[in-house]
């Protein structure tokens, strides 16, 4: 009898499983061999849900063959492929040791259709999914229904501050801090350039002004600037054409608010009028005097640029020898910095300092005045409170200490080369500043590395600099790698592109996208020698599918015309492409 009754409750127990797995879309396969479970879920759209606009399709799929391909079904028909390898926690916990292993990937997937590419009424939706060791399986088909009727508002999620329901914890805010997201619409955000009937694609100081409101505690506090390059967006949601330049980002000032918890919420409108709060996050701000130092960059040189010298002694320079003597080689240190002190007495920068390997060579409030860059002309240097339009579209809360937050140092590379102060080789080049506050000593704002070479031969390798991408910056698709490049005096002949140490591909002249005219080079840096600086744009496409993804280092070349070639310049940058074409 004992016997009988174990019998059954293994025989109960086992139909039990069975009907549980079925219902909670695990599929058992095998025979004679350890039993292979699949377990899966489409969160969105439910079953037989009406839907509109554009219609997120995500889930998860786990199975220990791992998965490599995950295609989105229409009425049976493949559409396009899912992002996969989304970071899924809540799986991870529900299914804590799958199959006794740990989880050799991030099971989620996320993909989108238009819901206008398809007639009202009802359809199907499945996914097929491509395992890693080849076998193919369709899951998950359910029944929706398309109205088109109905008028979507704006989706996106907010990236920064981070959800404390996911990590567990309210984000600490001080000082300046990056709110970040995305934002998408069928029919566009609702945005206007400024000024009015300017051309951003043409005009640097043309912005796109999107209606993007950042709010705290229910009070809007600014506008998001808009729109940003995000690749991973444009993946989940291939039918959306602005799906790449969905992101939005703005800099809030927190110390003009009390200490203690707050929430940010991100209103997003679109051309119908139509609004939604994307999200909300529940923060923690905790501002004091040690959070409230100055900020800043230095744009130019870029690492490891090139300082270059006349000269090529390291002896003492004569007694009384001036700086920015004639004939010397003058380069250049330009940047901003912006003080974000909460007490507007004591607010506000009062110098900025030069340091070339750790000594101060120059403080623009001593040093500013006019220097002769090149013969005949002249250009006010070692300065600070230059006109910096860009800098105040970033960080429009600090007004016109954003406005005028650039700064500019010459630096006669001879001079400083002779007197021992920079050496050949790897030099660091630091820029600090000094506020209003006395009991604030000099903050350092930002420093490189730079290369100070003494060319035999009077041959200057080639100098320039490179705008897109920059450092880290989210890449898919074709890129197309801009800058400006030239050597004095000639024009570049060939640019070599490297990409982790491969060669991509070469610009080789003549050819229309290198050479190009750039007045805007001649404009912003009028003592580089004409007519080369004039002629010193490149443009160069750079097929990102071709890698996988993850971060690259991109290094370009420059050869002249007369043979003498040199790596300009090196960038990390991030590829994005779902690890295939």
Same mark, same amino acid.
């Not at 219609?55 to 493949?78: K, Q």
């Not at 300017?198 to 600014?222: K, Q, R, S, W, Y």
């Not at 007490?343 to 040093?367: C, R």
């Not at 750079?542 to 090196?570: C, P, R, S």
């Given at each position: ?106 099971? &989620? *997937? ?5 819901? +206008?590419?398809? =007639?009202? %009424?009802? /359809? !199907? @939706?499945?996914? #097929? $999914? ?116 969905? &992101? *939005? ?5 927190? +110390?003009?608010? =009390?200490? %203690?918890? /707050? !929430? @940010?919420?991100? #209103? $997003? ?313």
């Amino acid at each position: 009898m004992r016997k009988t009754l174990g019998s059954l409750v293994v025989l109960t127990l086992c139909m039990l499983m069975a009907s549980v797995a079925a219902a909670g879309g695990i599929t058992g396969r095998g025979t004679g061999q350890p039993v292979l479970n699949t377990a899966f879920s489409i969160d969105t759209p439910p079953a037989n849900a009406t839907v509109f606009g554009i219609v997120e399709v995500r889930g998860f799929v786990l199975d220990p063959r791992g998965v490599s391909r995950i295609t989105l079904l229409i009425d049976g028909a493949p559409v396009h492929d899912a992002d996969i390898n989304q970071p899924r926690d809540d799986v991870r916990i529900r299914y804590r040791r799958f199959q006794g292993e740990d989880f050799p990937y991030n099971p &989620g *997937f996320v993909t989108s259709f238009l819901a +206008s590419n398809y =007639t009202d %009424g009802s /359809h !199907t @939706i499945a996914i #097929r $999914v491509t395992y890693s060791s080849s076998d193919v399986e369709d899951l998950g088909s359910r029944n929706f229904t398309v109205d088109n009727t109905v008028t979507q508002a704006p989706i996106g999620g907010i990236d920064s501050p981070r959800d404390p329901s996911v990590y567990g914890y309210q984000d600490y805010i001080a000082g300046v801090f990056p709110i970040v997201g995305w934002a998408l619409d069928a029919n566009g955000i609702r945005q206007r350039v400024s000024p009015t009937g300017c051309n951003p694609a043409t005009d640097a100081t043309c912005h796109v002004l999107a209606d993007i409101e950042v709010m705290v505690d229910g009070m809007v506090v600014g506008q998001a600037n808009y729109p940003l390059p995000r690749p991973d967006i444009a993946n989940a949601h291939p039918d959306v054409a602005s799906a790449f330049q969905s &992101g *939005f980002q703005l800099a809030l000032d927190s +110390s003009k608010f =009390t200490n %203690g918890e /707050h !929430t @940010i919420s991100v #209103r $997003v409108w679109n051309t119908e009028d139509l609004s939604t709060v994307l999200d909300s996050r529940d923060v923690w701000f905790n501002n004091g005097y040690a959070t409230l130092a100055p900020f800043g960059a230095i744009d130019w040189p870029m690492n490891d640029a090139h300082f270059f010298a006349n000269y090529c002694t390291t002896l003492n320079p004569p007694s009384g020898l001036p700086p920015y003597a004639p004939g010397d080689h003058i380069d250049w240190v330009s940047g901003w910095v912006i003080d974000q002190n909460d007490q507007v007495n004591l607010e506000g920068i009062v110098s900025v300092q030069l340091l070339l390997n750790g000594v101060q060579v120059s403080d623009t409030a001593t040093d500013c005045a006019p220097i002769e860059m090149a013969p005949g002309v002249l250009v006010t240097a070692n300065c600070y409170g230059l006109e910096r339009k860009d800098i105040f579209y970033q960080y429009p809360m600090f007004n016109m200490d954003a406005k005028d937050s650039g700064y500019f140092f010459a630096v006669d590379t001879d001079y400083w080369l002779i007197s021992g102060q920079l050496h050949l080789g790897l030099n660091i080049v630091t820029v600090m500043a000094r506020t209003k506050d006395p009991l604030r000593p000099a903050v350092v704002i930002d420093q490189i590395p730079v290369i100070v070479d003494c060319p035999t031969d009077g041959i200057f390798p080639a100098i320039g600099e490179l705008e897109h991408p920059i450092a880290m910056e989210p890449m898919s698709g074709t890129y197309l790698v801009q800058g400006w490049v030239f050597e004095f005096p000639n024009s570049v002949k060939r640019l070599n592109f490297w990409v982790d140490g491969v060669l991509d591909g070469s610009l080789i002249a003549p050819n229309a996208n290198i050479n190009m005219v750039r007045d805007d080079v001649v404009d912003d840096y009028p003592w580089l020698p004409y007519p080369v600086s004039r002629y010193s744009g490149f443009k160069y496409s750079l097929d990102t599918t071709k890698y996988v993804d993850g971060v690259h280092q991109l290094v370009i070349e420059a050869i002249t015309y007369n043979g003498y070639d040199n790596f300009w310049v090196q960038r990390p940058m991030v590829f994005d492409n779902l690890n295939r074409p």
